[in-house]
């Protein structure tokens, strides 16, 4: 499970360089991606790249409330105060 956590709200460039990250890590692989609704995720450049990498990331979004969600939420939170 790859979590990515910053100081800063993410921007479309950032959620393209994470996937592109790992489609690197894993160049074999099909992908499945699993995240929230977050309008980022919708974005035109994120669509743009999904739209170059027919059938290689499977999306599967998360309901708008779920116990994964919350389960999802407490541990990104938790990330943020390890160094």
């Known amino acids: 499970m790859y979590i990515a956590g910053q100081d800063q709200p993410f921007t ?36 743009a790249f999904l739209k170059e990498k027919p059938g290689r990331i499977y999306l599967e979004r998360l309901p708008a409330y779920s116990r994964a969600t919350v389960a999802l939420n407490l541990m990104s939170s938790s990330w943020y105060g390890v160094t």
């Open 12 to 47: 479309s460039e950032d959620i393209v360089w994470f996937l592109s990250k790992l489609c690197g890590r894993y160049r074999k692989r099909d992908l499945i991606v699993v995240w929230d609704g977050a309008a980022i995720h919708r974005s035109e450049a994120v669509k």
